[in-house]
C-alpha cells in the first residue's frame, strides 16, 4: 500500500475509532433516561442542575443575555453569580436550535447537553494523546475517557445539567493548545530577532489563550491551569538553560496565551470589584501579568547568563527568595495566597459540603478502582522519557497531573478534572506495552533515532508489560461495571423526591406571586424588591428547586447563601427569637427534623454540634454487639424546624417522659456513653430524677426517644400549615404561611380541629399568655384545602375567627 493511501487508511480507521468512543460515551450516560423522564416531566440530577436550568430559561428568554445578577434567589438581597455564562449558553443555544420553547422541552433538550460535551471530550483527549506521544497513546486515551472515572461519568450523565463537564472539556482543550504550542516551539526555536519563528508560535498561543478564556467564561475555577502553567514555567525555564537552549519560545507562548484573559476581563460587562481569585476580579489580570512577567524575567536572566550554570542557579535563588516575600508581604502577593489555599486548603465548607471535602481512599478506589496504580506508572515512563529528552510537552503533563491530584485529595470535587489525567497517563502505559508486545507498534518510550535498537525483555520486564495490560483491562471492566450500576441504580437516589415536586408545584398555583418576573434580566445596582414580594424559608438544600418549580424566592440555596439565617430560624426555641428573613412561606420536610438535623445544628455551630439537642447512647443488642441510637432532649423539641414539622405548631403537654442513666466510659472505643437503664416517668420525677443521679463516670438525663416531647412545648402562634405531602410526618412536605394571628380573650387553653389536604386531622391547641390567645387558623373563609372543623373552642364556648382576622387586613 502506497505511503499516502496508508495514511488515509489510517485516518479513516482514526476517526471510525473516535466516532464509537463518542457513541459508547453518550449511550453509557443515557441509562438513566428511562428513570428521569416521567412523560412530559424530566427530573434532573443533583441541586445545582435546577439553577443551571433557570439561567437556561432565562438566556433562551433574552438570547443571548446573561442574568449576572438574580433576585430569584437569596432573599432579601438576591444573588450575583459568580460563574460564567458559557455552559447555560450552550445549553440554551442547543434548545433554541432543536426548537425547544416550552418548559418541558427545555428541561429535555438541556439534560442531553453533559452527554454530549462528554463525547466531545474524546476527540480533545485523542488529540492530546497524540500531541504528548503518538497516534496510539491519543486511541487508548480517547477510549478510556469515554468510560472512566465514576465521577466524571456521574458529572456528565444524562440529566446532569451542571458545568462540570464543561469545565473538563475547556480545561483540557486548553492543554491541548498550549502543549501544541510548547512542542512546536521546542521543534522549531524562536529566536525574537526573526519574526518569521515567532509567528507561528504566536498563532498556536493564541489558540491556548482562546481555549483558556472559554474554560475561564465556565469557572473562574480555571485559574487553576495558569497555576499549572506557572509552576510548569519554573522548572522548564531551568531545565531550557541547563541544557542549553533558547527561553524565547516558553515567552512567546506564555505571553500570547496569558495576555487573551488579561485583556479581554478588563473590558468585559462583569468583572467584579474585587481581589478574589475565586470571581471574575482584577486578581485575574494581576496573575495573569504576573505570570508574563516572571517568564520574561527567567528569560533575561536565561539570556544574560548563558553558560553560566552556577550564577544562573544563585540568581534563581535570589528570584526564589524575592517571590516568596512577594507573595507573603503584598497585597497582590497575599491575594495569590489566598487563591492557593482555595485550592489546597480547607475550611468549613470543606466539612459541611460533600465535594469539598477530603478525597479518601475509598472515595478513590469507588472512582478510579485500579487506575490508582495506573497514574503513578504514566508519570514514571513520563520521567523516564523527559530524563532522555526535552520534551516540555512532557513536563507539562507530569505537572499538570501532579497538581490536579493533589488539588484532588484535598477536594473531592476535582476528581472530574483528573479523569482525564488518569486517561492520558494510563494510555502511555499501554502504548509502551504495546510496542514491546506487538512489534511494529509506535511506542511511547522507543529510544530516538541512531540508539541502540533494543534488546528482548528481561523476564522481569515481560512480567510489568502483562501487569500493565492487566491493570487496564480491570480498569475498563471495573469503570464500566461501576458506572452502569451507578447508572442504574444510584440516580433514582438523587432525583426530585415526588414529595417535594408535588408541594413546590402546588406553591407556584396557590401562593402569592412575589412581584419579580421569573423571566427577566435585573441590573443589581437599580434592582429593589418590590412591596408585596417576599421570601420563602427552607434549609439550603431545596433552594434551588424552590426558584425553578415553585418560580418563588428562597432566602438560601445550595450556594450556602444566608445559610446563617437559615440555621437561625430552624433553631430558634422562640417565635421571637425565629427572624424569618421577610419569608411568608416556610418549608420543611421530615429529614429535617431528623436525619438532616444534625447538618443544621453543625452549619449553625461546628463546635457544639448536636449536643444541646441529643445524645448517641450506646444500646446493647447482645454479647458484644451495640447500636447506636439518638436520645432526645426537651431543647430539640424546642426547635421551629421540629415544632413545625412534627408536633404541627400546637401545644405538646406530654404526661410521661422517658428517664435515661448512661455509663460515660464503659465501652471507650466506641467513643459512645453505654445506656445502663430506662423508665418511663411523669417529666417532673424525671427532671428531678436526673438532677439527683450521681456516680463516677456515670451521668442521667431525661428526654425522649420517639416523636414525644419530655416537656411541655407551646404552641406557634404565627404559623399555619397551609400544605402537606403526605399524612406521613417523616416523609411529609410541609408548607406553612407565617400570618399576623388574631387576638382573642381568655384564659386556659384554646384548641381546634384542622383537617389537612391529605386528609389527616389534627387538634391545634394554645395556651393563653396574659389573658389572651394569638391564633393562626382562620374558621371562615380560609383560602387554602387545610382547614378547620367548626371553630375555636374554650370550653363550651365556640369562637369564629374569620381570614381578614388571621392576616391582620381586618
Request: with cysteine; hydrophobic share 50%; proline share 5%.
Amino acid at each position: 500500500m502506497a505511503p499516502a493511501a496508508r495514511k488515509d487508511h489510517k485516518t479513516a480507521l482514526t476517526a471510525a475509532a473516535l466516532l464509537v468512543f463518542m457513541i459508547v460515551a453518550v449511550l453509557l450516560r443515557a441509562i438513566p433516561h428511562a428513570t428521569l423522564v416521567d412523560g412530559s416531566f424530566t427530573s434532573l440530577i443533583g441541586a445545582d442542575a435546577w439553577y443551571n436550568l433557570r439561567q437556561v430559561e432565562v438566556i433562551a428568554a433574552n438570547y443571548p443575555g446573561y442574568a449576572w445578577f438574580d433576585p430569584m434567589t437569596a432573599y432579601p438581597g438576591g444573588k450575583e453569580v459568580a460563574w460564567g455564562p458559557l455552559f447555560p449558553f450552550i445549553t440554551a443555544t442547543l434548545c433554541i436550535a432543536a426548537g425547544a420553547a416550552a418548559r418541558p422541552e427545555i428541561v429535555y433538550v438541556a439534560a442531553w447537553v453533559p452527554p454530549l460535551l462528554a463525547a466531545a471530550v474524546v476527540p480533545v483527549v485523542y488529540l492530546t494523546g497524540k500531541t504528548l506521544a503518538d497516534r496510539t497513546t491519543g486511541l487508548v486515551a480517547a477510549g478510556l475517557i469515554a468510560i472512566v472515572s465514576a465521577s466524571f461519568f456521574a458529572r456528565s450523565i444524562f440529566g446532569f445539567v451542571d458545568h462540570h463537564v464543561a469545565e473538563t472539556l475547556f480545561s483540557t482543550l486548553f492543554c491541548l493548545a498550549y502543549i501544541a504550542a510548547l512542542a512546536y516551539a521546542a521543534r522549531h526555536p524562536v529566536t525574537l530577532r526573526q519574526t518569521k519563528t515567532i509567528l507561528p508560535v504566536a498563532l498556536l498561543a493564541l489558540g491556548a489563550g482562546v481555549a483558556y478564556l472559554l474554560g475561564l467564561l465556565v469557572m473562574p475555577t480555571m485559574i487553576l491551569f495558569a497555576l499549572i502553567a506557572g509552576v510548569f514555567t519554573v522548572i522548564q525555564a531551568v531545565r531550557n538553560h541547563l541544557d542549553g537552549t533558547g527561553p524565547e519560545g516558553l515567552l512567546i507562548v506564555n505571553a500570547v496565551t496569558f495576555a487573551v484573559p488579561s485583556a479581554f476581563l478588563p473590558i468585559s460587562r462583569f468583572m467584579v470589584d474585587s481581589m478574589s481569585l475565586s470571581l471574575y476580579s482584577i486578581a485575574h489580570v494581576y496573575a495573569y501579568l504576573l505570570l508574563i512577567a516572571a517568564t520574561g524575567l527567567l528569560a533575561g536572566i536565561s539570556l544574560a547568563l548563558k553558560g553560566k550554570q552556577n550564577e544562573y542557579l544563585a540568581a534563581l535563588a535570589a528570584l526564589g527568595v524575592a517571590g516568596v516575600a512577594f507573595l507573603t508581604l503584598t497585597d497582590i502577593g497575599k491575594t495569590m495566597m489566598s487563591g492557593l489555599t482555595a485550592f489546597f486548603g480547607r475550611d468549613m465548607t470543606a466539612t459541611a459540603i460533600r465535594e469539598m471535602g477530603a478525597w479518601d481512599l475509598s472515595l478513590a478506589w469507588q472512582s478510579f478502582n485500579v487506575g490508582l496504580l495506573l497514574i503513578p506508572a504514566g508519570l514514571v515512563l513520563l520521567a523516564i522519557r523527559l530524563r532522555h529528552e526535552n520534551r516540555p510537552e512532557v513536563l507539562f503533563t507530569i505537572v499538570w497531573s501532579i497538581v490536579i491530584l493533589v488539588a484532588t485529595i484535598q477536594h473531592l470535587r476535582f476528581e472530574y478534572y483528573l479523569a482525564v489525567n488518569l486517561a492520558l497517563l494510563t494510555a502511555v502505559v499501554v502504548a509502551w506495552a504495546l510496542d514491546y508486545g506487538l512489534p511494529g507498534t509506535a511506542g511511547y518510550l522507543r529510544e530516538p533515532e541512531g540508539k541502540k535498537k533494543k534488546k528482548a525483555l528481561p523476564a522481569a520486564e515481560v512480567a510489568a508489560v502483562g501487569i500493565a495490560v492487566l491493570l487496564t483491562m480491570a480498569l475498563v471492566g471495573a469503570s464500566a461495571s461501576e458506572n452502569i450500576g451507578y447508572a442504574q441504580n444510584g440516580v433514582p437516589r438523587t432525583m426530585l423526591a415526588d414529595d417535594w415536586r408535588d408541594a413546590l408545584e402546588w406553591m407556584g398555583e396557590n401562593t402569592p406571586d412575589t412581584g419579580v418576573d421569573y423571566y427577566a434580566i435585573y441590573d443589581r445596582d437599580t434592582f429593589t424588591y418590590p412591596e408585596g414580594s417576599y421570601g420563602v424559608m427552607s434549609w439550603w438544600d431545596y433552594g434551588h428547586w424552590i426558584t425553578f418549580i415553585a418560580q418563588r424566592i428562597p432566602v438560601t440555596n445550595p450556594f450556602q447563601d444566608n445559610v446563617a439565617a437559615a440555621t437561625g430560624f430552624f433553631l430558634a426555641t422562640t417565635e421571637e427569637g425565629a427572624d424569618a428573613a421577610g419569608s411568608r412561606y416556610i418549608v420543611t420536610d421530615g429529614r429535617m427534623a431528623a436525619e438532616g438535623f444534625p447538618s443544621i445544628a453543625y452549619w449553625h455551630d461546628a463546635e457544639t454540634g448536636t449536643t444541646p439537642y441529643a445524645t448517641p447512647l450506646l444500646v446493647a443488642v447482645g454479647g458484644d454487639t451495640y447500636r447506636i441510637e439518638p436520645f432526645y432532649r426537651q431543647a430539640y423539641y424546642e426547635t421551629m424546624a421540629v415544632r413545625l414539622q412534627t408536633l404541627d405548631g400546637t401545644l405538646v403537654e406530654p404526661e410521661e417522659a422517658l428517664y435515661v442513666e448512661y455509663d460515660i466510659g464503659s465501652v471507650p472505643e466506641t467513643g459512645y456513653p453505654l445506656l445502663t437503664g430506662s423508665r418511663e416517668m411523669s417529666p417532673a420525677e424525671a427532671q428531678a430524677a436526673a438532677g439527683s443521679y450521681t456516680g463516677p463516670g456515670k451521668a442521667a438525663v431525661f428526654g425522649s426517644d420517639a416523636a414525644m416531647p419530655p416537656g411541655t412545648v407551646p404552641a406557634l402562634k404565627h404559623y399555619r400549615l397551609v400544605y402537606e405531602s403526605s399524612p406521613d410526618p417523616a416523609t411529609s412536605v410541609k408548607i406553612f404561611e407565617h400570618v399576623e394571628g388574631a387576638a382573642i380573650p381568655g384564659e386556659g387553653v384554646i384548641e381546634v380541629t384542622v383537617v389537612t389536604n391529605t386528609g389527616r386531622e389534627f387538634v391545634y391547641r394554645q395556651a393563653s399568655e396574659n389573658g389572651t390567645f394569638v391564633v393562626p387558623y382562620s374558621t371562615a373563609g380560609n383560602p387554602y384545602d387545610v382547614k378547620t372543623v367548626g371553630g375555636y373552642r374554650i370550653g363550651n364556648e365556640e369562637i369564629t375567627v374569620t381570614e381578614e382576622a388571621v392576616t391582620g387586613l381586618a
